[in-house]
């Protein structure tokens, strides 16, 4: 398949879509301050990339800014983190938002002004597209997913394919059980399948790793505010109202697609640098042999162990019960990462790392992970 570039970003279907914003302040203005504009007294919040967005009120941008924190799953004191694309999921250009050109004194670049009635309304406008009450919320811990889901690029190779897969699947599950893990059946409930799309019941499993017969409201919630499904209001139409987005349909054809994608653990934290991954596969034939340096040297266990460790990114998560590395699985993480002595445990990163190396597999039916040819032939020293 040719390279696709996919956006993951939740669409409200009540409202007008479109970027909120493109301000261009200063960048060596504060994150809140204060602005003129025809004689009246603003007060603005600046995004994390450069986004200027003016209120009538200080606690007019403080309803927002707590608000916008509150679905972004981070504290307020880091407010000035929250990007625009964060902020337009839940602030579609419409009435009330209004955009301006010219210098205002902290910028020469677009600014959105924000009116009462807008801010106001951020509690329920997006409401009716999700069931339940409320709009859920991304918790910490998928940042990653974040950072990366206005650019998630599928290419055929089942090694990208795979981890981004994974990445996603990591992702909903945190924010289902974020917003919905401890919630009873009364306020979860089980979907209506007769009213869904074969599609999202579909994606669902997968996604989910569950029997369609189990796709809560809560399923569907995630779905959408990670931007896989999208439609109308839930409120009038019930589930029926929901069709898989772009994104989701085309995430549907990877997972269904002839080349099967590799499996790894999901994990939000599967975003890695492809650049790392390319360096890395330069150092190996087709055949899974290494390659002679240019000079006739051998490359040393070191050298392969610093392009292995360049696949990790940040953080680390302990490795799920479910996951069952062999003794040389672990043997091979000793090699590359210097595991713990004490607890001799991998974690679901390095056991990534090592699949996007091609030196294990893991299987999600069994959860085992085993060595292949490719990793018992890496040299000793």
Same mark, same amino acid.
């Given at each position: 398949?040719?390279?696709?570039?996919?956006?993951?970003?939740? @669409?409200p279907?009540? *409202?007008a &879509?479109?970027?909120?914003?493109?301000a261009?302040p200063?960048?060596g203005?504060s994150?809140?301050? @204060?602005?003129?504009?025809?004689? +009246?007294?603003y007060?603005?919040? /600046?995004s994390?990339?450069?986004?200027?967005?003016?209120?009538?009120? #200080? !606690?007019?941008?403080?309803t927002?800014i707590?608000?916008?924190?509150?679905?972004?799953?981070?504290?307020?004191? !880091?407010?000035?983190?929250?990007?625009?694309?964060d902020? +337009?999921d839940?602030?579609p250009?419409?009435?009330?938002?209004? +955009?301006?050109?010219?210098?205002? *004194?902290?910028? @020469?670049?677009?600014v959105?002004?924000?009116?009462p009635q807008?801010?106001a309304?951020?509690?329920?406008?997006?409401?009716?597209?999700?069931?339940?009450?409320?709009?859920?919320?991304?918790?910490p811990?998928?940042k990653?997913?974040?950072?990366?889901?206005?650019n998630?690029?599928f290419?055929?190779d089942?090694?990208?394919?795979?981890?981004?897969? #994974?990445?996603?699947?990591?992702?909903?599950?945190?924010?289902?059980?974020?917003?919905y893990?401890?919630?009873?059946?009364?306020q $979860?409930?089980?979907?209506n399948?007769?009213q869904?799309d074969?599609?999202?019941?579909?994606?669902?499993?997968?996604i989910?790793?569950?029997? /369609?017969?189990?796709?809560?409201?809560?399923?569907l919630?995630?779905?959408?505010i990670?931007?896989?499904?999208?439609?109308?209001?839930?409120?009038?139409?019930?589930?029926?109202?929901l069709?898989?987005?772009?994104?989701?349909?085309?995430?549907?054809?990877v997972?269904?697609?002839?080349?099967?994608?590799?499996?790894f653990?999901?994990s939000?934290?599967t975003?890695?640098?492809?650049?790392?991954?390319?360096?890395?596969?330069?150092?190996?034939n087709?055949?899974?042999?290494?390659?002679?340096?240019?000079?006739? &040297?051998a490359?040393?266990?070191?050298?392969?162990?610093a #392009?292995?460790?360049?696949?990790?990114p940040?953080?680390?998560?302990?490795?799920p019960a479910?996951?069952?590395?062999?003794?040389?699985?672990?043997?091979?993480?000793?090699r590359?990462?210097?595991?713990?002595?004490n @607890?001799?445990?991998?974690?679901?990163e390095?056991v $990534?790392a090592?699949?996007?190396?091609?030196?294990?597999t893991?299987?999600?039916?069994? *959860?085992?992970?085993?060595i292949?040819?490719?990793?018992?032939?890496?040299?000793?020293?």
């Amino acid at each position: 398949m040719a390279a696709t570039a996919l956006s993951f970003v939740y @669409t409200p279907g009540a *409202g007008a &879509s479109g970027a909120a914003d493109e301000a261009q302040p200063d960048a060596g203005a504060s994150h809140l301050g @204060t602005a003129q504009v025809d004689g +009246k007294t603003y007060y603005y919040f /600046k995004s994390g990339n450069d986004r200027v967005y003016m209120f009538e009120s #200080a !606690e007019d941008r403080q309803t927002f800014i707590e608000n916008m924190c509150l679905r972004m799953g981070i504290p307020v004191s !880091e407010a000035h983190t929250l990007k625009s694309y964060d902020i +337009k999921d839940f602030l579609p250009r419409g009435p009330g938002v209004e +955009k301006r050109n010219g210098n205002i *004194g902290i910028g @020469t670049g677009i600014v959105t002004f924000v009116s009462p009635q807008r801010v106001a309304s951020l509690d329920t406008e997006a409401d009716a597209d999700f069931f339940g009450e409320g709009v859920p919320a991304f918790p910490p811990d998928v940042k990653p997913f974040l950072d990366n889901r206005e650019n998630i690029v599928f290419t055929g190779d089942p090694v990208n394919d795979g981890r981004l897969l #994974a990445g996603i699947q990591g992702a909903a599950a945190s924010i289902y059980a974020y917003n919905y893990g401890n919630l009873p059946t009364e306020q $979860n409930p089980l979907v209506n399948l007769g009213q869904l799309d074969d599609g999202i019941e579909d994606l669902a499993s997968r996604i989910f790793g569950i029997p /369609k017969e189990q796709i809560t409201q809560g399923h569907l919630n995630t779905m959408r505010i990670m931007g896989l499904i999208d439609g109308g209001s839930v409120d009038a139409g019930g589930a029926g109202a929901l069709k898989l987005s772009t994104a989701g349909s085309q995430l549907l054809s990877v997972w269904t697609g002839s080349t099967p994608p590799a499996a790894f653990v999901p994990s939000p934290n599967t975003f890695i640098n492809p650049g790392a991954l390319n360096t890395y596969q330069s150092m190996f034939n087709e055949d899974g042999t290494l390659k002679t340096k240019p000079g006739g &040297s051998a490359y040393t266990l070191a050298e392969v162990a610093a #392009a292995v460790k360049a696949l990790l990114p940040a953080g680390s998560t302990d490795l799920p019960a479910s996951v069952k590395p062999s003794q040389e699985v672990l043997d091979l993480g000793e090699r590359m990462f210097g595991l713990d002595p004490n @607890t001799n445990k991998l974690s679901v990163e390095q056991v $990534n790392a090592l699949i996007a190396a091609g030196l294990v597999t893991y299987d999600p039916t069994t *959860g085992n992970v085993a060595i292949t040819p490719k990793g018992s032939g890496l040299p000793t020293q």
